[in-house]
């Protein structure tokens, strides 16, 4: 079974920026879609992003598009997101999850099968 593991939270200053990466062991993200979700403190946990590998197409939801890219590298087994312009409200945990390719990046929350422990990211001057 694949086990996911995401890197890269800490605590910066609004405008800062950061990079998250999610490694995968006991498999590669081929085939899978890959999520990026968040759950800032006292509100529901939202998928903010995500790839499908057979096809390489991404979906950022609205509050981070254009600030978040993600990105794969198959070299290093991992995804990455790149994290610009960050302000308070992306205080949360970020969790990396994968899906079945054929659901796509309409992909629901439910349909994701692996999921990462999380990694705390605080946005605070």
């Known amino acids: 079974q694949l086990q996911l593991m995401e890197s890269g939270g800490g605590l910066v200053q609004p405008g800062g920026s950061l990079r998250l990466s999610c490694t995968a062991s006991?498999?590669?993200?081929?085939?899978?879609?890959i999520g990026w979700f968040r759950q800032a403190p006292g509100k529901e946990r939202e998928r903010i992003s995500c790839?499908?590998?057979?096809?390489?197409?991404?979906y950022y939801e609205e509050s981070v598009k254009g600030r978040f890219t993600m990105s794969r590298d198959a070299a290093e087994n991992t995804v990455n997101l790149q994290m610009l312009s960050l302000e308070p409200e992306d205080t949360g945990i970020y969790y990396c999850?994968?899906?079945?390719?054929?659901?796509?990046?309409?992909?629901?929350?439910?349909?994701?099968?692996?999921w990462g422990q999380g990694t705390q990211v605080t946005v605070s001057s």
């Open positions: 006991g498999g590669t993200f081929n085939y899978w879609v």
């Open positions: 999850a994968t899906a079945p390719w054929w659901v796509g990046i309409e992909s629901k929350e439910n349909d994701y099968l692996y």
């Open positions: 790839f499908n590998s057979t096809d390489g197409s991404i």
